[in-house]
């Protein structure tokens, strides 16, 4: 949503929404994951900005409760 490429591990809320290599980078735990993921979001950080972007107005209101 800030415009920024999402690297993240498989848990939590971020498998609810990421899909690897479409709007995030999923890694695994370990620095050889960490930095192949790095990696990854500089070669394709436009692109995966953009479709994160484009998830969060599609799916979450920026408003007030009252306004969604």
């Given at each position: 949503?800030?415009?920024?490429?999402?690297v993240s591990t498989?848990?939590?809320?971020?498998?609810?929404?990421?899909?690897?290599?479409?709007?995030?980078?999923l890694i695994d735990?370990?620095?050889?994951?960490?930095?192949d993921g790095l990696?990854?979001?500089?070669?394709?950080?436009?692109?995966?900005?953009?479709?994160?972007?484009?998830?969060?107005?599609?799916?979450?209101?920026?408003?007030?409760?009252?306004?969604?």
């Amino acid at each position: 949503a800030c415009g920024c490429a999402l690297v993240s591990t498989r848990c939590g809320n971020v498998l609810e929404f990421g899909k690897d290599g479409e709007n995030c980078i999923l890694i695994d735990r370990s620095v050889d994951g960490l930095i192949d993921g790095l990696v990854r979001a500089r070669e394709k950080r436009v692109d995966i900005a953009s479709a994160g972007e484009a998830l969060m107005r599609t799916k979450w209101s920026y408003g007030a409760p009252g306004n969604r």
